[in-house]
């Protein structure tokens, strides 16, 4: 005979401990950073973000591989949002990964505590790269007359 399936019960509290969710406050959601993230760069940085458990930030390692895998991307695709996630600062990297022993890169998520530390939240202190104006004639082009 087959046994029954454990039912989850809530705590206390009346919380059930075996649902986890990702919140975004409203300041990173506002935030420029934010709204000019790319979508593989959003996706790399919730898988990233799922894998912080309040313990171990500073510990959260994906393999350029594995996000490809996870993610349904190509591998230069994940490192190109990792480098964009990087540059817009909602990750900093805590150790470079090693090839030779196959050991992946670990990330801190910089919205959250880290090392007994308050979070740094450098993704407020993004701003846009300015660029030069750019004409849509090319510059030999524009003395031209035809």
Do not use: H
Not at 75 to 88: F, G, H, V
Not at 112 to 118: A, F, K, S
């Amino acid at each position: 005979m087959a046994k029954k399936p454990l039912r989850r019960r809530p705590n206390a509290k009346g919380r059930d401990e075996t649902w986890q969710y990702l919140s975004i406050p409203y300041s990173m959601a506002r935030s420029r950073a934010f709204r000019r993230l790319g979508g593989p760069a959003l996706k790399v940085w919730i898988e990233l973000r799922c894998r912080y458990n309040k313990r171990n930030n500073g510990d959260l390692s994906l393999s350029l591989r594995e996000a490809a895998k996870l993610l349904g991307m190509s591998q230069s695709t994940a490192q190109r949002a990792l480098k964009e996630l990087e540059a817009k600062g909602f990750i900093r990297m805590q150790k470079r990964g090693q090839w030779y022993g196959r050991i992946a890169t670990t990330w801190i998520v910089t919205d959250c505590p880290y090392d007994g530390n308050l979070p740094t939240r450098d993704w407020n202190n993004w701003r846009p790269t300015k660029r030069k104006n750019q004409s849509s004639v090319p510059k030999r082009c524009r003395g031209r007359s035809r």
